[in-house]
């Protein structure tokens, strides 16, 4: 079997970005840094996103400058009512239990976030086990150094025989460098240069990507 181990993001990954909940999670995050930290509301949106392009994440920066507590500040941002943005997936299910690879979520997010946006979509018994940020001791996406605290966590196997599924061409990148196949999810189908594939959807890997099902 060519491709040893899969890693999917969670995020706009196993759902649509049309659903509007991460737009509602950076909303929180908004909410929480002028409410919480007192930061004048107009500074909030470009401070934000300095953050995320610096380190992968914003609380990665809320932490490191502001010392801001993960634990406050991930339940705040996830207090959302999932279920008002996602519904099951069932032909996702479908897919991902015919996929004979070990699969995991590898997310920027906390594991208590990645589970309840499973359960909703019906996928929790889908992955093998999810790499949050916590398991990544805050390191993230895309440090070179959380691709291989997640192989580590996977049982070391060679990134040539990992396939990465992201919407996010910053995380392809390194992990392109690393030697993973790459899967950029919910860009139309269209290729990048730092991406091996590309499809709109999870439900068009069986025709854009069959070499997943190839066992031998």
Sequence with gaps: MRYQVLFFDLDDTLYPNSTGLWAAIRERMGLYMSEQLHFPPELVPSLRKQYYEM????????QLHHKVDAWEF?????????????????????????????????????????????????????????????????????????????LSLAGQPDPRSCVLLDDALANLRPAQALGFRTVLVGSNGTLEPSVDLAVAELSSLPEVFPDLWEVN
């Design 55 to 62: 380190y992968g994440t914003t609380l990665r920066g809320l």
């Design 74 to 150: 991930l339940a705040y941002v996830h207090d959302l009512p999932l279920e008002k943005y996602l519904q099951p997936a069932p032909e996702l299910r479908a897919i991902l239990t015919s996929l004979p690879q070990p699969r995991y979520i590898f997310t920027n997010s906390d594991r208590n976030h990645a589970r309840r946006v499973l359960d909703v979509l019906g996928l929790q018994d889908c992955f093998d086990a999810v790499i949050d940020i916590l398991a990544l001791e805050f390191t993230c996406k895309p440090s070179p150094e959380a691709y291989l605290r997640a």
